[in-house]
Each structure stands twice: as C-alpha cells, then as structure tokens.
C-alpha cells in the first residue's frame, strides 16, 4: 500500500463540519487533507437541510394563497409538479457541491474521495476506487456525521416505507404519507407533502409533537397542522410498519392498522462512528452497540490523543451549525490557537415550514428544573403588522430572564426563524431592559414581536 504526502490535519467527513475545518486549517496554514466517502456537502447539502428548504420555500406559496383565502381576499388553486421541483432542487445541490469543491482546491485543501478503513496512531488508511493508500497525520477530525436511525419493527424498505432519503427522491406525490416521528424531520416533511396534496397522518411516541420544543409551541404546532387538515396523534406506540400489496401498512401497539400509500420513518438519527481502529486509539463510546454508539469527547472536543471528534456523531447537539462552529474551534485548538475548553455559547435551534419555530438559550422549565427562579415576558404575534399582512397570527415569542437578563427565547408562528441570529446575540451577551431599550428594531417587521416580548410584563417562570 502506498503512503501519500502527510497531513497536518486529517479530516474524515466532508459535511458542514468537515469542509469548515479544512477551509479553517488551510486558512492556518496547515497541510490539509479532507477524506469524503460519498459526496461533499455531507447529509446537510445533500438529503437535508439543503434539499428540504428548496422543496418548503417552493411551495410556500400554497400556505401563503390559503391564508389570504380564508379572509376571501384571493381564491385559486396552485398546482405543483413534484418532478420539475425535484430537478431543480438536484440542479441546485449539484451546483452547490460543485462550488464546495472549487472553494476547497483554491484554498489548497486535497480532497482523498474514499472512505477510511483503519485508523491507526499517527496514520490512517483510505480505499479509493484507484486503491488504498495511507495518510500520515499529525491531528485527526472525526467528522462523519450521522444517518437514519432504523429499527427492525419499522425499518425502510424503499417500497413503500422510507427513510428521509427515499422520500427526498420521489417524483410523484403520494395520495397519502405516514409520517412517524413528530420532531423537526417530520414535521419539516408534513408541510412539503401536506403542500403538495398529500394527506397526512403524523405519529408521536412522546405525548406531544415536537417534544424537544417548549409544550405551548407543540400546541401551536399540532392546531396548525389539524387546521390544515393533517391527522395529528402523539403519545401513540408503533408495533409494525411493512409494505403489503404495495401500500404502507402500520400497526400500533393497540392493534389499530393504519393505512397509506407511503410512509416516511422520522424516528432520530445514529452516529456513523463505526470506523475500524478507533477503539485501539482510546476512543471511548456512549451507546448500546458499535454501530449506534457516540464518540464521546472531553471539553477540547478531543475523542483521543491529537483526535478530535466533532459535528453529529459526538451527539452534542445534532445541528449543521453547531458542527461547523465545533468543527473550526478543533482546528485552532490543534494549531495552538487556543487552549481554553470548547463553550459554544447559546445555540439556536429551528424547525422549517409554516408554522416555524425559535429556541435558544435556556428555557424557564430548564432553569426552573436546576432550582433557579426564571422570570418569563411574551407576547402574541396577533398584533404584529407583518403577520398581520401574511395573515398568519397564530404564534408567540416567550423570553426567559434570569437576574434581570435574557437567559433564553422561544418563539413559534410564521417567519420566527429569521430572528435567530439576534436571539441568541442577546442572549450571549445577557441583554438587560436598557440594553433592549438602546436598539431599534425595524419597523414594521417581525422582530417588533421579539423586542415588544423583551419589553413586556414579567412574571415569574
């Protein structure tokens, strides 16, 4: 087996995570190699966050036309063809890989399309369709990301039970959808269907959807998707999920057997930190078996000696976003840039698709949970003039305060997304009323909701 050039900085994932520690190593100087077993880009780019907006911004214009319908204000019907949508949405991924590729060869990272097969102290061995060959390194980027979880009572069979990938690649839309799983995936899918003409049947194990998300969101949330006529049930059990005479056919623990011509297995995801050797370099993992086992890291996001391990499969938090910012934190605490323990700060979390939602920071019931006395302030989205004009009220922004600062937001309703950035900026920097007072906010626009919440009554959380 040949041995190439050695690296400074092995990276192994070509993600969100991965393409943004090359591009931070390059940037340092650092001899980088960026080793990607499939397509650059990553699930992000290529079967998720990517791909699932371009399928909810091209529809939107169904829930924008049924809104101003239910005012009588527009009538009319919008047809979509799902071929063309998924097309162009290939068209545009393709591009963006392509773009990703250049951006990385002008910043002189060496891309190694192959997948890693052993990994050793000090050198890790890579099978490429020309043959293997063995990569030197002095530090190691564990950013391999996560796939689908599957369990054998529902696993996809790509017939007529799917996994997000599968569903990603149809070209005519289902006359019905079995959605199990209520959490961002499925609910982010809802819509696209729902939009399309699909008739929707959404299952939660959790006695409520979206789970993770405060329980007045998930109020929100299931009213808005039963108004549009979606079948809403949480707190329900799956036993079996199979194709038969092919239609998806699921059972519930009851014995009730619901039926639809497609079903899309929403239910988490697992690690993809199953590369041979890992164990032998001190690797240590939190999980019930090696193929769904997290990398578990220390405070430098380091997994072992000069390896680090960052992005979804360490399971902090399982967000593009917070691998990338995770990702460029390992490289300049491999090159000496810094030596302080990895602190993200305040993350925002949101789910797509209409209604949206906001997190960040720490909710009441969090800080309440740990024994501390959160105050909360909000207000509805009824009297804000851009939702007014979109007709779509229905939503609040809620603000955590903690000794007289802003410890977290959450918000639900059309649009509330775009308020992340300036969320989680205040809450970093712990906002106080002054501070809420000295900024303008444009007027009129949603983020009036976020500053008349911030300035609102307080009561105790």
Not at 152 to 159: F, H, L, N, T, V
Request: glycine share 12%; hydrophobic share 45%; net charge neutral.
């Amino acid at each position: 087996m040949t041995s190439v050039d050695p690296a400074d900085l092995l990276i192994i994932g070509g993600g969100p995570a991965g393409v943004d520690a090359a591009l931070a190593g390059a940037a340092l100087g650092l001899q980088t190699v960026l080793v990607e077993a499939a397509e650059l880009g990553g699930t992000c780019l290529n079967r998720g966050c990517i791909p699932t907006k371009v399928l909810l911004g091209a529809t939107d214009a169904a829930d924008e036309l049924a809104a101003q319908s239910r005012l009588k204000l527009a009538e009319g019907r919008i047809a979509f063809s799902l071929a063309a949508l998924q097309t162009r949405k290939d068209r545009l991924v393709s591009g963006s890989r392509t773009a990703l590729a250049a951006t990385l060869a002008k910043a002189g990272v060496r891309v190694d399309a192959g997948r890693v097969t052993r990994i050793s102290p000090g050198s890790a061995r890579i099978d490429t369709p020309k043959g293997p060959h063995s990569v030197p390194y002095r530090f190691c980027i564990l950013a391999t990301g996560s796939r689908p979880a599957v369990y054998p009572a529902m696993a996809p069979d790509g017939r007529a039970v799917l996994d997000s990938t599968a569903l990603l690649g149809l070209t005519q839309v289902p006359e019905s959808l079995i959605i199990v799983g209520a959490g961002a995936i499925g609910l982010e899918f809802a819509d696209i269907f729902h939009r399309l003409g699909a008739r929707i049947i959404l299952l939660e194990g959790a006695e409520r959807i979206a789970p993770a998300e405060e329980p007045d969101v998930s109020k929100v949330l299931a009213q808005s998707l039963t108004r549009k006529g979606c079948v809403v049930r949480a707190g329900v059990r799956v036993k079996n999920l199979v194709t038969a005479d092919g239609h998806a056919v699921l059972t519930l623990d009851t014995g009730e057997d619901i039926h639809a011509d497609k079903a899309l297995v929403a239910v988490g995801r697992f690690p993809n930190s199953d590369i041979p050797g890992l164990a032998d370099l001190g690797v240590r993992f939190l999980g019930d078996g090696p193929s769904r086992a997290w990398i578990d890291v220390d405070d430098h996001l380091l997994a072992a000696p000069n390896i680090y391990a960052v992005g979804d499969v360490n399971g902090r938090t399982l967000l593009a976003h917070a691998a990338s910012h995770q990702a460029c934190y390992a490289v300049r605490h491999a090159a000496g840039k810094t030596t302080a323990p990895y602190e993200p700060g305040a993350i925002p979390g949101c789910i797509y698709g209409n209604p949206e939602t906001l997190r960040v920071g720490r909710l009441s019931r969090e800080l309440a949970a740990h024994g501390l006395e959160p105050e909360i302030s909000e207000v509805q989205l009824a009297a804000n003039p851009m939702a007014q004009a979109h007709a779509a009220t229905a939503g609040f922004v809620r603000v955590a305060w903690l000794d007289g600062r802003v410890a977290g937001v959450v918000a639900v309703g059309r649009g509330v997304a775009a308020m992340g950035t300036l969320a989680t900026l205040m809450v970093n920097q712990g906002f106080t009323r002054d501070d809420v007072e000295k900024t303008i906010f444009p007027h009129p626009g949603l983020d009036e909701s976020l500053r008349a919440a911030l300035l609102a009554g307080r009561k105790k959380g």
